[in-house]
């Protein structure tokens, strides 16, 4: 049995042909979902890019208890599990978070990798005199822009553009591997994420935009509240829809390669994102600090089990959560159980059938709104203190994103906690954590509690009031967060 997992990062459902979209170009995609089961309701769990990759390894939320960080000493991962049933877990990815300080642990749980450099602000090129800034419709200088315009001076040919170098590479390994038995590739690329750069073929599909537009390129939309013209937000889309039909396009070789080599009789193929993206959308930009709309919380899911051949071309309506559900199902698509602390669900009965697996899902970020849906409606619980408090980070690897936690926050710890059910035994620092929300939105309105109708209101812009229906959902929540162990200051947090 072997298995191979695209992934894409701010990937948006809304933006492809197979969930509706009218005006975009996804071909393979929708050849895709003709072999594969695709999936109507499915939810992202911990945001954003490492807190996603961490629940896929663990099986289970981790943004109840820690922010942005690394693999635990005592995390449980799947990668590293099946490494040790004699399964070889290979990477590829231009995903450059796994080499900052906090995804330092991820890709070394893999038995092999590769790591192609020069995505977005990944400082890849040595080179001591600035660039000069691009000319952008919203400019942007800093340390991300400046790195990305140096590695553009060195990826000009289409050969040597990180997302298809990543996808090479993993080709490559199918090929070299494909009369073996007991593998896993994971190919993972950074795209669609911004900055939306994409070559002029791709940009062809949508030449009659492109033309008419008079304004300056829109690739690095800002984290805040949308200010634009309308005119600017369109083009945005259109910037990110010509990298996404170049995502397809990557996505076509994967499949014209599993035609190719006959992998569809035994080899499972799983096609995910770790979040959507915000292009306008309720007057906001980008994703992580507004309210977790299901631009951003429903996504793209296709999911191929050489077990169940009558699954391709179906629709499943089941809840899922596949930044949690794909480790007990890759897990059991291997012959081996998942561990106890795992929360995520075996989807194997969802694809042959559409056997429901759960009634409720959570999701969120650390230190924000804990969701909880039932894919028919969403509860978005916020603070019920304006100061977001108590909150604390447990961790025994005090790294972020790309910075160590500062002595100043170490210096706050008094004491240990104790272990939590999934720490086995081990205790853990107990950090003091503050939350900040971006510049002009009030910490206390912008994580207002909130109830919507996803069935009367699929674009969720009128939240309702119905009590009977928040009692249901702040019981539910309540459950699910026993279930994971969530430290008791969450629940005062949210006024549980």
Known sequence: MRAVIVMYDSLNRHFLQTYGCSWTHTPNFMRLASRSATFDNSYICSMPCMPARRDFHTGRPNFLHRAWGPIEPFDDSVPEML???????????????????????????????????????????????????????IPRHDRLTRNDSVNRQVTTDPAHYPMNVTFEKGLEFIRRNHEEDKWMLQIETFDPHEPFFSFDKHRALYQEHFENYKGKPVEWPP??????????????????AALMSACDAKLGEVLDTFDELDLWKDTMLIVWTDHGFLLGEHGCWAKSWMPFYNEIARTPFFLWDPRHPESAGQ????????????????????????????????LKEVVASDK???????????????????????????????????????????????????????????????????????PTLKVPASYRVAEGNDIHGHLSTRLYDLEADPGQLNPIENPELETRFSQALKGVLEACNAPPEQYQRLGL
């Open 83 to 137: 490494k040790a049933a004699g399964v070889h877990p290979h990477l590829s990815t231009d995903h450059q978070h796994y080499w900052e300080d906090g995804g330092c642990t991820y890709h070394t749980r893999y038995k092999s990798f590769d790591l192609i450099r020069g995505q977005e602000g990944d400082p890849f090129v040595g080179q001591v005199r600035d660039p000069e800034w691009p000319d952008r419709e």
């Open 223 to 240: 984290y805040r509240e949308v200010r634009e013209s309308r005119d600017v937000v369109e083009h945005a889309r259109y910037e990110y």
């Open 315 to 346: 629709r499943r309506q089941s809840l899922v959560q596949p930044s949690i559900d794909l480790g007990p199902t890759l897990l059991d698509f291997f012959g081996l159980n998942s561990t106890k602390d795992m929360t995520g669900k075996n």
């Open 356 to 426: 429901p697996v759960r009634e409720y899902g959570i999701f969120g970020m650390f230190g924000r709104h804990v969701n909880i849906t039932d894919g028919k409606h969403v509860y978005m619980r916020g603070p019920v203190n304006a100061d977001n408090q108590p909150l604390f980070e447990y961790t025994l690897m005090p790294t972020r994103m790309n910075h160590r936690f500062s002595t100043e926050e170490l210096s706050e710890v008094k004491d240990l906690a104790p272990p939590f059910s999934f720490t086995k035994n081990c």
